[in-house]
């Protein structure tokens, strides 16, 4: 297998359009390719500068776990902080953990900050709503969000072999017209995620969240949800 390194946009396309298959920190796909077969050409997104951003509204794909810090949201940083074992963060990337896994634990935090993700095509770069780049396995070269006022997570322990932990992740923005909640939940494989007006009353805004597609939750989900807005409501500025 011979494995690309692009220092740059066009060479990574170029190697793309050569049919180079993208990989991150092969954490996932090493044993896929174990039992299936290497491919003929690998790329890595590593040397490039782009996928490799930490920013306060951005982040590369390539960019491994351990070093997300509090240079992005508390939301982000405690999600990246709770995936796998220390030796799986030192390998595992944002856009493998996003695209390439099926527990996608970053993918809640994300989503409640409002991300975009930024699409790397052998014609171009282009930006485009997370949730499709997810579901569509597109080749991440970063998400882009707008800075939240606060925001919070939760991962809640689980059982060896036993399905995945429930994560909550929930964030409150500065909008138009006063305040907007974001709350992404994943119960399971499955995640949803819904939004209502913030005020500050933290009844209103669950009573409104339970006309959305969070309504299916079960009472434990809904326990931390509850909990995550009340702590929320006592850090926004002026609480």
Request: glycine share 10%; hydrophobic share 45%; with cysteine.
């Amino acid at each position: 297998m011979l494995l690309h390194l692009p220092t740059s946009v066009p060479e990574a396309q170029e190697f793309m359009a050569q049919g180079a298959v993208p990989v991150g920190g092969a954490t996932l796909v090493w044993a896929t390719w174990q039992r299936d077969g290497f491919p003929e050409r690998a790329m890595s997104l590593r040397n490039l500068p782009e996928a490799n951003a930490i920013e306060r509204e951005a982040l590369g794909a390539a960019v491994v776990l351990n070093r997300i810090d509090d240079r992005v949201p508390e939301v982000l940083r405690r999600a990246a902080a709770g995936v796998g074992t220390g030796a799986v963060r030192r390998t595992a990337t944002v856009g493998g953990n996003l695209v390439g896994s099926t527990l996608r634990c970053l993918l809640p935090a994300a989503l409640v900050l409002g991300s975009r993700a930024i699409i790397l095509e052998p014609e171009r770069t282009h930006e485009t709503d997370l949730a499709e780049a997810v579901a569509k396995q597109h080749l991440l070269l970063g998400i882009r969000w707008r800075e939240p006022l606060v925001s919070t997570y939760d991962k809640l322990p689980g059982e060896a072999g036993g399905p995945p932990p429930l994560v909550v992740a929930a964030a409150v923005h500065a909008a138009d017209e006063g305040r907007l909640l974001r709350v992404a939940v994943r119960d399971g494989h499955e995640v949803l995620g819904a939004s209502a007006p913030f005020g500050g009353d933290t009844g209103a805004a669950l009573h409104a969240l339970q006309e959305t597609d969070l309504a299916a939750l079960h009472p434990e989900a809904w326990e931390v949800v509850r909990r995550q807005v009340t702590g929320l409501a006592g850090r926004l500025p002026g609480a």
